[in-house]
């Protein structure tokens, strides 16, 4: 099977975030593709590079409003006087249904969520060349693949319609999810990184047609704090199609395929025609974040039950940060992935 990736989703490389208040370095460098690189190849895939599939593809799931505000605000941050070289939003809207501003300032409050995802010179290269890997990974199952792997970086699932935050920009699950419905009739998101995917759900919540899944730590203290709980379910045409399980800080691998076994009853009921799994590799026992604790074995078991369904799978790289087993956790997960796929 294939890995999708493009080399100008390195350029990206930002240099500090917030934590708590305090600056930290970034986590989502460039290394992680080197990582993940090395990973994918030793799981035995080959690499190719990612087409263009020009805007039309992202525009389906994110508004144009926001795909011009990533486009042009780094040249536009940089003419205000005395301004930082990363475009980081220092004030947010209490509520978004009112006007929208004009000045640079302002719209970086309007569409970033939080201080994780600085924008600088290349940022809108390297994302829209990320979106572009998710969508050349959901080319190849259409074209009769059983399965594909979208190395993206930056990753997505923070990501809502017009909005970035926890490191991602555009949604690269959703945007997979959405090119996959021009010959499905219905999808099923499957997200198992730490952090729950609340821009995944934001942008699907009232909808039927895809059908969304996440796994993560409890976000009563965790990251994103205010999304991920039990009791959102969807609302509208979508009431019933989200199912939020949220685990103990520490969650061991018997913990966790609970909640995956929980998770793929409920795919099953839906019945889909293809999914797109939402890797994350972050649920590690040693990752920097320390939320979960699945070991590099655990990752093999969480794929092989999700290959069981034997549907067409897009899986798409999402978080999984800087540590000695990135690489080996990736090759457990893809690799245990092909062998129940067949």
Wanted: net charge negative; aromatic share 10%; with cysteine.
């Amino acid at each position: 099977m294939k890995t999708f990736f493009a080399d100008q989703q390195k350029r990206h490389d930002p240099t500090f975030f917030l934590s708590s208040g305090a600056p930290q370095p970034n986590p989502e460098t460039p290394e992680r593709v080197e990582r993940l690189l090395a990973g994918a190849k030793a799981a035995g895939l080959e690499l190719v590079r990612s087409n263009d599939h020009g805007l039309g593809r992202v525009s389906a799931v994110h508004t144009p409003e926001y795909i011009d505000f990533l486009q042009r605000i780094h040249a536009r941050w940089q003419r205000i006087e005395g301004a930082s070289a990363e475009v980081i939003p220092n004030i947010h809207p209490i509520a978004r249904a009112g006007g929208y501003p004009a000045s640079a300032v302002g719209q970086a409050g309007y569409h970033m969520a939080d201080t994780s995802c600085p924008i600088s010179a290349h940022t809108w290269e390297s994302v829209y060349w990320s979106a572009a890997t998710a969508v050349s990974a959901a080319e190849a199952v259409l074209a009769g693949d059983k399965w594909s792997y979208a190395l993206c970086r930056p990753p997505g699932h923070h990501a809502f319609r017009d909005v970035a935050g926890g490191f991602c920009f555009l949604n690269n699950s959703g945007i997979a999810a959405q090119h996959l419905l021009s010959q499905a009739k219905r999808v099923a998101i499957v997200d198992v990184d730490l952090h729950h995917g609340n821009g995944t759900q934001g942008i699907f919540y009232a909808r039927d047609d895809v059908l969304t899944v996440s796994i993560h730590a409890d976000p009563v203290r965790f990251y994103p704090f205010f999304w991920g709980y039990a009791d959102e379910r969807g609302e509208g045409l979508g009431l019933g199609y989200n199912l939020n399980l949220p685990l103990a800080r520490k969650s061991d691998d018997k913990i966790y395929l609970d909640a995956l076994s929980a998770a793929l009853r409920r795919v099953k009921a839906y019945s889909p025609d293809a999914i797109v799994v939402a890797l994350g590799l972050d649920a590690f026992e040693k990752d920097p974040f320390g939320g979960l604790s699945v070991s590099t074995a655990g990752f093999a078991r969480i794929a092989e039950a999700i290959a069981a369904l034997r549907l067409p799978s897009v899986i798409v790289q999402e978080g999984g940060y800087l540590c000695d087993d990135l690489g080996t956790n990736l090759t457990s997960f893809l690799a245990g992935f092909g062998a129940s796929i067949g």
